[in-house]
């Protein structure tokens, strides 16, 4: 069974929010 997880991000809307931490959440998930 696999653990739920919440992610809270603040000040999401940067250009560094774009390329580098959503591209790494993704990998997270993978």
Do not use: D, S, W
């Amino acid at each position: 069974m696999t653990e739920a997880c919440t992610y809270v991000i603040f000040g999401a809307t940067g250009n560094l929010t774009r390329v580098k931490l959503m591209p790494a959440l993704y990998h997270l998930e993978q």
